[in-house]
């Protein structure tokens, strides 16, 4: 097969990670392969696959992966332009074991203010209680460098940013890591590999939460680390040492989801830019946040760095009436109540930005929704909008 890092990322999309060989003829898509025990035809061979496995990837035992999560592997690999990847069973599970492969105690990471709150939240206890100190950096990097410490050891860095989607310069922080030798992990579950591209930015680790767009249909959970060869050997050592290994059929589904990954993007988009388009132009809303419209502080940086935009936008109303705007989300009726987003159908929540940030002061502002804009006729999803603004009033 032809490295499928040389095409176009829409026909990686489709061409990376396929089935194996077989006598005869074979499948389209890989097996689900479900296995603990692996075999082996002399004890030699299985000596030897033992020696090679912690640099290779080796089908050995269950927990090392299957054929399944190895096409899965290749298929992220290939996606994100990296050296090798490892499944997680979640997202936030590959940020942890991303954050204890590189990070000891007496350690000091500087954060984004604007990561995934959990991220967060895993900083201010199990990192803090194990003696790995975080500080926060504003969402767009522009008070990083002063953060630099001599006991500083990883920049992590979320772009765009969790609710509100800062976007931040890549190739800047890259260059401070290079300068300060400190290792840069992004978390790219925005981006989902197709949008944005931590790597050829100049990060050494991207992650990303499979759950969301991958998947794409909101029924699996999974996480993927991607690194560039220089970084890869503390994370895989690590994961094999705590057994981190994701169900073949959760694989398979990732994977399949993969494939229509493209089209789906592509139709979130111009769904989310039309609901944007309409947002902007209502009374009851104060700001609509999404690099991809002109007005977003992020913008330029946007244009230059990414490919497109997802289904996500958020928007803050004109009245700090709380109520006012639960009645709103209430009276939608095609985007649905619920955490996690990047599947086909819509969603609305309320976002606490206030409480996710430390750095920048969002204070003072109304109250924020974020939307998750789903496939559905966007002419569907305004007039349900609409209602629903109008639903604030009663
Ligand atoms: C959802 C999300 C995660 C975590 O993924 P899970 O699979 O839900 O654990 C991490 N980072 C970002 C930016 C996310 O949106």
Redesign the pocket.
């Known amino acids: 097969m032809p490295d499928p890092i040389q095409h176009s990322p829409l026909t990686t999309l489709i061409h990376a990670g396929k089935a194996l060989d077989y006598p005869g003829g074979r499948p389209v898509n890989p097996p689900v392969v479900r296995s603990s025990t692996v075999l082996f035809d002399t004890v030699a061979q299985q000596r030897e696959a033992r020696a090679r496995r912690g640099e290779e990837r080796l089908f050995t035992y269950g927990a090392r992966g299957t054929p399944t999560s190895f096409a899965l592997e290749d298929a992220v690999c290939a996606l994100e332009g990296g050296y090798r990847t490892r499944l997680y069973p ?6 942890g074991m991303t954050l204890l492969a590189y990070l000891r105690p007496g350690d000091h990471v500087l954060m984004a203010d604007c ?2 709150e ?2 967060r939240h895993l900083a201010d206890t199990f990192l803090r209680d194990h003696g790995i100190r975080v500080d926060f950096y504003a969402a767009d990097g522009s008070d990083l460098e002063a953060r630099i410490e001599p006991a500083t050891r990883m920049l992590y860095a ?1 772009c765009p940013g ?1 609710l509100v989607y800062e976007m931040c310069d890549l190739r800047r922080l890259s260059a401070l890591a290079r300068r300060y030798g400190l290792l840069l992990v992004a ?1 790219n ?2 981006g989902s590999g197709l949008q944005y591209r931590p790597l050829a930015l100049g990060a050494d680790v991207s ?6 767009y991958l998947s794409g249909h909101s029924d699996v ?3 993927t680390v991607t690194t560039t060869e220089d970084a890869w050997q503390p994370l895989s050592t690590l994961a094999d040492s705590f057994g981190i290994a994701v169900s073949p059929d959760d694989a398979y589904l990732v994977l399949r989801g993969i494939r229509s990954l493209a089209p789906r993007l592509a139709m979130h988009e111009a769904n989310a830019l039309a609901v944007a388009d309409w947002l902007t132009q209502r009374p009851e809303v104060a700001t609509v946040f999404c690099p991809a419209l002109p007005a977003d502080p992020g913008h330029a940086l946007w244009q230059r760095d990414c490919t497109g935009t997802n289904g996500l936008l958020s928007f803050e109303l004109r009245s700090h009436d709380l109520s006012a705007a639960e009645r709103f989300i209430d009276a939608l009726t095609l985007f649905g109540i619920g ?4 599947g086909y159908e819509s969603l609305a929540t309320l976002s606490d930005v206030k409480r996710a940030r430390s750095v920048g002061d969002w204070s003072g502002r109304g109250p924020i929704v974020r939307l998750h804009v789903g496939l559905e006729d966007p002419r569907d999803l305004i007039a349900d909008l609409e209602q629903g603004l109008a639903a604030m009033g009663r």
């Open positions: 979640t997202g936030l599970a590959a940020i990561v995934y959990p991220v979320e969790s978390d579950t925005w992650i990303m939460a499979a759950t969301k959970m999974m996480g955490a996690s987003w990047g």
